[in-house]
């Protein structure tokens, strides 16, 4: 892993040297030359595919959230997928959407998911809450503006929510409360609405040229609180797409559903965006990229 997290750093820096190089240069002769990113023809690959996006609690098991992510035209479509979603799983049976992971991992997810949606899911990319904080951390933190007053205390899981609304910069255990926090009337869905706000800030400042050049590191960082199936450049494609086009948010639409006294969400799956089906990719060995570090 070592040598794997090494090669990927070295690689990385010497794919960005030359354009990093270039700009140090102009910027050293008073030129102004947009800085010209290495990443931008990799983020052209990933159009019309759909990838899936898993994010995982501390622990790391269960999905607080799950996103499906397509790109295409200049916009980024994220449909969000409740966590409480009742699904039959033709595995697994009667669940709620998200213990899907911890059951059967990434492909279990993709497969029910590209089922109920009617079209096939590419990619996966799952991140674990603290990795999220790690990135946002070194890059300074993101600067999201809070809606309202969160405040919750849980001593049996180490987790203190204490914030003011407002415009502000997040980090550390701040950041990982406003995603975490649904402990207020919208529940589920007002913690899914912030934490498109997050995902949003995160990626744009990750495409910001002084934070490019610093990907690989970045990725470094994260470890293994970041698995994907997406080579490093792809990756690199992915965040410069997501930060340059215009991202559009929803959820699937749906009600409240109790069975036997427990809570669900009934999920209408066709109110999902519909777009037209991706053409057949070249088969892939299965785990190529399967782990980055």
Known sequence: MLLLAMALGLGGGLVLSRPLAHLVTQRAHGEATPFRNPFAAWSAGLGRQDLLLLGTD??????????VLHIEDGVTRITQIPRDTYIEAETYGPIKINSLYSLGGADAVKREVAHRLGRPIQHHLVVNLSGIRRMADLLGGIEVDIPKRMYYIDNSQGLRI???????????????????????????LGRMERQQLALKALFQKLNQPQNLVRLPALLVAAGHDLR????????????????????????????????DGISYWDADWDSADTVAPSEPQASQPEQRYRFLF
């Open 58 to 67: 501390v622990g790391g098991g269960n999905t607080d959230v799950m996103a």
């Open 228 to 259: 994907t199936d997406l080579g490093p450049m792809e990756l690199g494609g992915l965040i410069t797409a997501m930060g340059s086009t215009q991202l559009e948010t929803q959820r699937l639409d749906g009600r409240p559903l109790d069975i």
């Open 162 to 188: 204490d914030l003011q609304p407002g415009r502000q910069t997040l980090r550390g255990p701040d950041l990982e409360g406003f995603l975490r926090f649904r402990h207020d009337e919208t529940g589920d």
